[in-house]
C-alpha cells in the first residue's frame, strides 16, 4: 500500500526549537560527561550506557518545552530523528500497551 510518512521533516523540527537551544544541549552534554546517555540492550541480555561520545541532545519525550534533555551521539540521534516521524502514530500504541503491561497483574 502507498503512502505513508509525509509529515515533519528534520528542519521542519528545528524551526520549533527554544532560541536558548544551543546552550541547552551543551549544557545537557555537559551534564553526560560528554558521552551518549542512550541505553543499550543488546540481544544476548543485559545493558549498558552507550560508549560513544554525545554529540547532539534531544528531548526524551517530545515536548520542546521540556528541559528532560538526553545527550546522544550521532548515531542514536541519527536513528532517533529518522525514526520520529514514521514511529509517532506507533509510539501512541506503544504507550497505551505500556501502561496497561506495567498495571496488569499474571492472571492465570
Ligand atoms: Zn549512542
Given at each position: ?93 506503544q504507550?497505551a500497551r505500556r501502561d496497561r503491561g506495567a498495571d496488569g497483574p499474571h492472571r492465570s
Amino acid at each position: 500500500m502507498p503512502g505513508g510518512w509525509t509529515g515533519t521533516s528534520a528542519t521542519d523540527r528545528k524551526e520549533t526549537l527554544p532560541p536558548d537551544w544551543a546552550r541547552r544541549r551543551s549544557a545537557c552534554i555537559d551534564r553526560a560527561g560528554g558521552r551518549c546517555e542512550r541505553i543499550v540492550h543488546p540481544p544476548k541480555g543485559g545493558r549498558f550506557r552507550c560508549p560513544r561520545p554525545a554529540t547532539d541532545a534531544d528531548h526524551r519525550g517530545d515536548r520542546l518545552d521540556d528541559d528532560d534533555l538526553e545527550a546522544l551521539c550521532s548515531r542514536h540521534h541519527g536513528q532517533k530523528t529518522s525514526r520520529q516521524g514514521q514511529v509517532a502514530k506507533a509510539a501512541k500504541k506503544q504507550a497505551a500497551r505500556r501502561d496497561r503491561g506495567a498495571d496488569g497483574p499474571h492472571r492465570s
